[in-house]
């Protein structure tokens, strides 16, 4: 994991002395796979693994989180399952907004993306060790001395982040799927940490 | 009360788990094969009927319906997998008895899902499978035992 400092983050303090394991394994299990994959494919063949890897993830969590809920009926309920429980579950807070255009297109939005949450985008002196926080995967590494262009840093920084949104929303797709809801998913990252995603239902 | 068969049937109505608990030949199987094929025609039903007004939507579907020689009951899963098992015709059995084992067997098959080398949609393969099904059902007395003494 070249060039990654993890910010401090706390362990999960395990409350029973039984098996609780420290969050901040996860994150460095989804930073690792995301540069893992791009090395061994090159970018949309990594982007679509990633997915794929999620969407089984998906699948077999909408089994272990759907337990012991009441039957849930259209494809609204579905959904708000997803926003409520789904992501309490998995991101530790609920989605902030969701809006639909009752045809089939619903965006749920995530005003502080936990999986995005460690990502920074490098700071405005840009010397060589300025990447606190940001990730120096092969996907996006940024030229030092790139301060004053501020719209290619952006775009740079919006890829990096995107390279790390195909596997949550292979999740939320093997959920949804899993659950009756044929559907794709795009992510949106505007301004890191927040994110919006898209789900289109496929009629 | 007696368990006589478990099966576990996908989204797609493909059978995933038929296991009868008394040593059958291959006819019987055949036979079970029907009975649980049926059954899901009466598992739409119910669950279409469960849409009225003020119902608990619930899994758990209750009695199906009785054929001749069993009594079948149903579970329906938010992914919309169906658990059916087949009861002795032995004496009445309780409706939270029936829940109980529903649940346990869900459950079962939530943790063998959540096997990295399961594929949904296949036959479900797994030895552990087997070995834990066969002790949720052996929990329930043969037919001829005694009512009392059931384990949670």
Redesign the interface.
């Known amino acids: 994991m070249a060039g990654l400092v993890p910010a401090p983050s706390p362990g999960v303090v395990a409350k029973k002395p039984a098996r609780r394991c420290a969050e901040v394994c996860l994150e460095l299990l989804c930073v690792e796979s995301v540069r893992i994959f791009h090395e061994k494919q090159s970018g949309p063949a990594a982007a679509a693994a990633l997915e794929a890897v999620g969407f089984r993830v998906g699948?077999?969590l909408?089994?272990?989180y759907?337990?012991d809920?009441?039957?849930?009926?259209d494809t609204l309920e579905i959904i708000k399952f997803v926003c409520k429980d789904f992501w309490q579950a998995l991101f530790k807070k609920q989605v902030d907004n969701l809006k639909t255009n009752h045809r089939g297109v619903y965006v749920l939005q995530d005003n502080g993306f936990r999986w995005l949450q460690r990502l920074s985008p490098p700071s405005a002196p840009a010397s060589a060790t300025a990447a606190a926080g940001a990730p120096a995967s092969s996907a996006g590494s940024l030229p030092p001395g790139a301060g004053a262009v501020d719209p290619a840093r952006e775009e740079a920084v919006r890829q990096l982040a995107l390279s790390h949104l195909h596997l949550p929303c292979g999740i939320v797709r093997g959920a949804l799927c899993?659950?009756?809801v044929s559907c794709s998913v795009e992510a949106d990252p505007k301004q890191l940490p927040s994110c919006t995603f898209t789900v289109r239902i496929m009629a | 009360m007696g368990i006589a068969c478990v099966a576990f049937i996908g989204p797609q109505n493909n059978p995933l788990y038929l296991r009868s608990m008394d040593p059958a030949s291959d006819e019987q199987y055949l036979k079970l094969h029907y009975v649980v094929h049926c059954a899901l025609d009466a598992v739409e039903e119910k669950v279409l009927l469960k849409r009225g007004p003020g119902d608990a939507q619930d899994a758990y579907l209750g009695l199906l319906y009785p054929t001749e020689d069993f009594k079948v009951y149903g579970y329906l899963t938010n992914t919309h997998l169906k658990i059916l098992l087949l009861l002795d015709d032995e004496g009445p059995a309780k409706d939270e008895v029936v829940m109980r084992v529903f649940r346990r067997l869900h459950s079962l098959y939530v943790d063998t899902a959540s096997n990295p080398f399961h594929v949904f949609g296949l036959p479900i393969s797994s030895a552990r499978f087997d070995v834990q099904l066969e002790q949720i059902v052996a929990v329930y007395p043969k037919p001829g035992a005694s009512l009392g003494g059931f384990l949670t």
């Open positions: 699948q077999q909408a089994e272990r759907t337990r809920k009441p039957r849930l009926g899993h659950l009756g």
